[in-house]
């Protein structure tokens, strides 16, 4: 089992910043993927991006490629995504996951673990 904890999430400024924070516990020792999605009202799950354990290797949707960045601090056994240049259009429920796999993907449905998700809201 995988226990994930997001947190960071906020009201900001459309421009602004915002670091958020996936913290995880449990069977952290096993080599898995971490991904960020995010879930707009009336909106289906998006994938934003990931990140792999074993090379950090990452990708991101369009949507946000250029502005978004994944990192992890695996002494922490946490992952990262700092947002930045905001946009309205941002504003979504964000969920980190975990896939207990070395196998990286952008599909929901491949992901073992989630988070509740945090907040975060982008006022134009």
């Known amino acids: 089992q995988v226990q994930l904890v997001e947190s960071g999430g906020g009201l900001v400024q459309a421009g602004d910043s915002l670091r958020l924070s996936c913290a995880a516990a449990g069977r952290t020792s096993r080599n898995y993927v971490t991904a960020w999605f995010r879930q707009a009202p009336g909106k289906d799950r998006e994938f934003v991006g990931f990140?792999?354990?074993?090379?950090?290797?990452?990708d991101y949707a369009d949507s946000v490629k250029g502005r978004f960045t994944i990192s992890r601090d695996n002494a922490k056994n946490t992952v990262y995504l700092q947002m930045n240049s905001l946009k309205h259009e941002d504003t979504a429920v964000y969920y980190c996951?975990?896939?207990?796999?070395?196998?990286?993907?952008?599909?929901?449905?491949?992901?073992?673990?989630w988070g509740q998700g945090t907040q975060v809201t982008v006022s134009s």
């Open positions: 990140i792999s354990w074993n090379d950090r290797s990452t």
């Open positions: 996951a975990a896939r207990l796999s070395w196998r990286t993907s952008p599909r929901a449905d491949e992901y073992d673990y």
